[in-house]
């Protein structure tokens, strides 16, 4: 006795407008939510210092055991993270920058506003 009644017959397929709009139905909670941000799990930032020291001894030690093209190889990690903390520095620095920048204009704006403010006060 069978308990499916057409399990030897080959499954119909949906037409392609069907699988639109079942997709659409399924990803409309992802649009919907619109404080959604990725996170960059490749690496924290307080780690990139450490991964330098990390590669860095490594090296050493892959000389010291006369590997080269090991310690070649951990040398060039180490060059890679050196090159993301100056890249962060950098950003970090015309960040402050700017919002040196913006807190400059905003005093000499108000500094405008009390000048002609007292201008108006006496005459």
Not at 49 to 77: C, H, P
Not at 113 to 120: G, M, S
Request: hydrophobic share 25%; aromatic share 6%.
């Amino acid at each position: 006795m069978r308990t499916y009644k057409n399990n030897h017959k080959r499954q119909k397929f949906r037409s392609n407008g069907d699988r639109n709009l079942s997709r659409n139905l399924e990803n409309q909670h992802l649009v919907s939510n619109s404080n959604f941000q990725r996170k960059n799990h490749r690496m924290n930032n307080q780690n990139a210092s450490r991964m330098v020291e990390k590669y860095n001894s490594l090296a050493r030690e892959a000389l010291s055991t006369g590997d080269k093209i090991l310690s070649e190889s951990y040398f060039q990690f180490s060059d890679h993270y050196l090159r993301i903390l100056n890249e962060r520095e950098k950003n970090q620095n015309s960040l402050n920058n700017s919002k040196e920048k913006s807190i400059n204009q905003n005093s000499n704006q108000i500094k405008d506003e009390k000048i002609e403010e007292k201008k108006i006060v006496t005459s």
